[in-house]
């Protein structure tokens, strides 16, 4: 026997507050369920929306990195030296090989004391101005080669230095 049907027969409730009571149970039971699952649909959607949020941000950054990339290379492009063909090779390092370029005396001369750099624009070397190159080294700092190393940039011992004198442009 239930404890519902004990209180009838003792008289202490009759069926309708028995049926009230049972109803209000039901009904807490119920909403607690929706509230768990509503709490779960919650959790759910914040989850998505923050996988939402961090896809967008990579493909902003993805589309400033090209745009950056894009703005750059417009820059080279215009910005652009003519490359005076001569009889001084220019020996540079591009992706880990050694490529030899021909140049006229005066680019030789102004790439090796640093007022002329070199920049890789679809696997060609571009000759800028060193303001220009500085330029697009802030946008994009991978299409600009490092400029010859000079002496007394390699040790900070001038003694060393003076000893070792390295040209700017090893003639191979």
């Known amino acids: 026997m239930s404890l519902s049907d ?4 003792l ?3 009759d069926a309708k507050t028995v049926r009230k009571a ?8 119920v909403q607690g369920e929706d509230e768990a699952l509503r709490r779960r649909v919650e959790e759910q959607r914040q989850v998505q929306v923050e996988k939402q949020r961090e896809r967008q941000a990579q493909q902003a950054q993805e589309r400033e990195a090209h745009e950056r990339l894009a703005s750059a290379r417009q820059m080279i492009l215009a910005h652009a030296q003519p490359r005076q ?3 001084c090779a220019y ?5 880990h090989k050694v490529r030899k370029l021909w140049l006229h005396p005066q680019q030789h001369e102004d790439l090796c004391s640093g007022r002329l750099r070199l920049a890789r624009v679809d696997d060609e070397l571009v000759i800028l101005l060193l303001k220009d190159a500085e330029r697009v080294a802030a946008k994009c700092a991978d299409l600009i080669l ?3 190393i000079t002496a007394l940039e390699q040790t900070g011992d001038p003694e060393y230095d003076e000893r070792f004198k390295i040209p700017d442009d090893l003639m191979w």
Do not use: N
């Open 11 to 13: 008289g202490l409730a």
């Open 91 to 95: 020996h540079v390092v591009v992706d």
């Open 85 to 87: 063909m001569g009889e």
């Open 22 to 29: 049972e109803h209000a149970k039901r009904q807490a039971r």
């Open 146 to 148: 490092a400029p010859a």
């Open 6 to 9: 004990q209180l009838k027969k």
